[in-house]
């Protein structure tokens, strides 16, 4: 089975109201509510900054490094006494791979694609990514995010909050162990929150000299670039609306000081990039081992072999207080924080690493901000082909009934990681009513398709939500 579907859990994205006042024209932010404490975001941090650094190539290049941590320092400085934390320590590392991308963890480390500055058109640009980046972690974005999770949601959090913030797929990688991988795309930011960093991050660029401007031109520069390595900051980073007229209004309320232009410094260490052998992809980099990790091995788990058919005979299983399922009596129960996979023995080990299953069912629920289950629906089947390039787009959809609930049935395929095999997919979703997406993913290779559609169904049938 190829890695979304496995089983590992879907962290809920709990959108939480952003705080805003106004005074005169400059708005005001107001970091959410969050249990963890700062310490706690420095503890996440390191644990995940060290998770990062097995997996990603970090360029150690000196010119390159101080420059982008001399723009970092910068920046550090200016965010407001009420959102600094002493037990922070902001620090800048540069990723040597070519999306445009960039991500900042809890306590402060942050990562810089080198694919970012190589297509930055002014200093101002690069500036206005960090401070984007800068303002989740002043503000507490990662913890917030998973404070409004239950205690049957949360589960491994350093790893889940890493898998959020870097995403795409090297999210999925460097999440596997936590067993946060298909949820990883649903645990990037909320669009209240991708606004809250887009306004403090503005008045940060505006305190030392940058034109607020910048950052909506770079949004722009990143939506123009497309194709693979181009949107990828923007697919991590949901648009809230209007990103491009809200920040320019938002800039002419700031004041900017000493402006800061183009320095020799940009300039320079964009042509000493350009001397440099050309970056990798980031799936290139994680699949040679680029990073300090150990090359992973390809060898599939002994638990995947021979696989019984679907018993006629069902046990039901009450899955915390969100839903209860019957399934074929030889199906295990492999639950985790917010899914829970049920498989045939040798339907499920590891390959790359990673936990999979290649028979039987998914079933979980992720937060949505659209309230439209044919949208929410195409962002969770968008999630499942960043990381499974062989995911066929819906080959058909039908309505379906969930307990009760109005929803559709979905026709996938893929080629399994597993078994090389193609493979068929029907994924059933609906919209509770708090607006999650709850879905049961139906996964086994296409010769065997007959032998199970009859099940998948059954086991939809018999599902009961608590909500």
Partial sequence: MSKPFTRRAILLVIAVSISVSVI???TVITAPPNKYSPSEDVQLGREAAAQAEKQLPILHD????????????????????????????YSFKVVNVREINAFALPGGPMYVNRGMIEKAQ???????????????VALRHGTAQATKATKY????????????????????VVA???QFGLGTAFLRFSREYERQADILGSHIMASVGYDPREMASMFKLIEKEGGPGGPQWL??????GDRYAYITREAQSLQIQHAVHDTRGFEQVQARLRRMAPAPTTEEATRSGAGRGSRRSSSKSPGLGPVERPSSRYTTYTEGNRFRVSVPSNWRELASSNAVTFAPDGAYGNVDGQ???????????????????????????????SSNPNLSRPTGTANASIDGRQGLRTELSNISDATGQQERIQLYSALLRDGSLFYALGVVPRAQFSDYQGTFRQVVGSIRIMD
Avoid: C, K, W
């Fill in 62 to 89: 000196d010119g390159v490094s101080s420059y982008v941590q001399s723009i970092g320092r910068r920046l550090a400085d200016a965010i407001p006494s009420e959102l600094q934390h002493r037990e922070f320590t």
């Fill in 355 to 385: 936990s999979v299953f290649t028979h039987g069912m998914e079933i979980g629920l992720t937060r949505n901000e659209t309230h439209n289950l044919r949208t929410a629906t195409d962002e969770l089947i968008n999630s499942l082909a």
């Fill in 153 to 172: 949601e949360i589960g491994a959090v350093a790893g889940a909050v890493l898998g959020a913030i870097i995403g795409g797929n090297v999210g999925s």
């Fill in 176 to 178: 596997q162990g936590t």
């Fill in 235 to 240: 697919s991590d980073h949901p648009n809230p």
């Fill in 24 to 26: 005169g024209a400059q």
């Fill in 122 to 136: 002014t200093e101002g640009q690069i500036a206005s990514v960090m401070a984007h980046e800068m303002s989740h």
